[in-house]
């Protein structure tokens, strides 16, 4: 009778280990280039890949535009409460075109599933589009 109990134990204990590695999940995604005809997975808001499949922001001075990667990512289990850890890396160019006014920046954010869209139609630009210029960004 114990050793029946130890082999059921035994096994239970292995299909709980072998089953853990079924709850994680990898995501992982490279975008070396930009087009809204082949990717569904980048919104575009007042900003848009070029012929040259780069991303283009607005041409008004005045407005902010986005590319967002619109797919939920679970970063936060809530049963266990854990973070998820990720990494990203990405390079960039901010090209005046030999302007002598510029003002053009790149913020890296997460947003809630949901949130609004955008959230700067303010004319200041100073907040890179994620909040209103007269909110605080602290």
Same mark, same amino acid.
């Given at each position: 009778?114990?050793?029946l ?5 035994t ?10 590695? !079924? !709850? ?7 975008y070396?280039?930009?087009s ?10 007042r ?5 040259? /499949?780069?991303?283009?922001?607005p041409?008004?001075p ?6 967002t ?11 266990? /409460? ?5 990494t ?10 030999? /302007?002598?006014?510029?003002? #053009?920046?790149l913020?890296?954010f997460? &947003?809630?599933?949901?949130a609004?869209?955008? &959230?700067n139609? #303010?004319? =200041? =630009? =100073?907040?890179? =589009?994620?909040t209103? #210029? ?5």
């Amino acid at each position: 009778m114990a050793l029946l109990l130890l082999h059921l134990f035994t096994i239970t204990t292995w299909l709980s280990i072998l089953r853990i590695p !079924l !709850l994680a999940s990898a995501l992982s995604f490279n975008y070396s280039s930009f087009s809204p005809l082949s990717d569904d997975n980048i919104t575009y808001q007042r900003a848009y890949p070029d012929s040259n /499949r780069m991303i283009q922001l607005p041409p008004n001075p005045e407005t902010a535009g986005r590319a967002t990667y619109n797919k939920p990512m679970h970063l936060w289990d809530k049963t266990t /409460r854990n973070l998820a850890d990720f990494t990203t890396h990405f390079s960039f160019v901010i090209d005046s075109q030999k /302007r002598t006014i510029c003002a #053009d920046g790149l913020a890296f954010f997460l &947003a809630p599933q949901g949130a609004p869209a955008t &959230a700067n139609d #303010d004319k =200041g =630009g =100073g907040s890179l =589009g994620l909040t209103k #210029d007269i909110e605080p960004l602290n």
